[in-house]
């Protein structure tokens, strides 16, 4: 069955950096789009960004482009989430998925974001 395991999440003060990983079994993850979406406290779950099955073509929620950066490793079947100049507001539970909607998604990495 389809598997996606979130890691690299932790707490971080204010601009500070983090990369987070997913590490994806049970499906041919090279012929799909992956997602990143994220639900902060009290907030529903929100998409963040896209990858083309060839890593080709990214895209970003206007609150996190040009800070975020998605890639993945098709040789390993992990995508991946480098998060830099982090502020308070991307303090969230943070998903990889198979769909937009995260309706097939793991269970999350928690991401704090400190003053």
């Known amino acids: 069955q389809v598997q996606l395991v979130e890691s690299g999440g932790g707490s971080v003060q204010i601009g500070g950096s983090l990369s987070l990983s997913c590490a994806t079994s049970?499906?041919?993850?090279?012929?799909?789009?992956m997602y990143w979406l994220r639900q902060g406290p009290g907030k529903g779950l929100e998409w963040i960004s896209t990858?083309?099955?060839?890593?080709?073509?990214?895209t970003y929620d206007y609150s996190v482009k040009g800070r975020f950066t998605i890639s993945r490793d098709n040789a390993k079947n992990v995508l991946f989430l480098q998060m830099n100049s982090l502020m308070p507001e991307d303090t969230a539970q943070y998903y990889c998925?198979?769909?937009?909607?995260?309706?097939?998604r793991g269970r999350g990495t928690q991401v704090t974001v400190y003053s």
């Open positions: 990858i083309s099955p060839a890593g080709m073509s990214q």
């Open positions: 998925a198979t769909s937009q909607d995260g309706s097939n």
């Open positions: 049970g499906f041919n993850f090279r012929d799909n789009w």
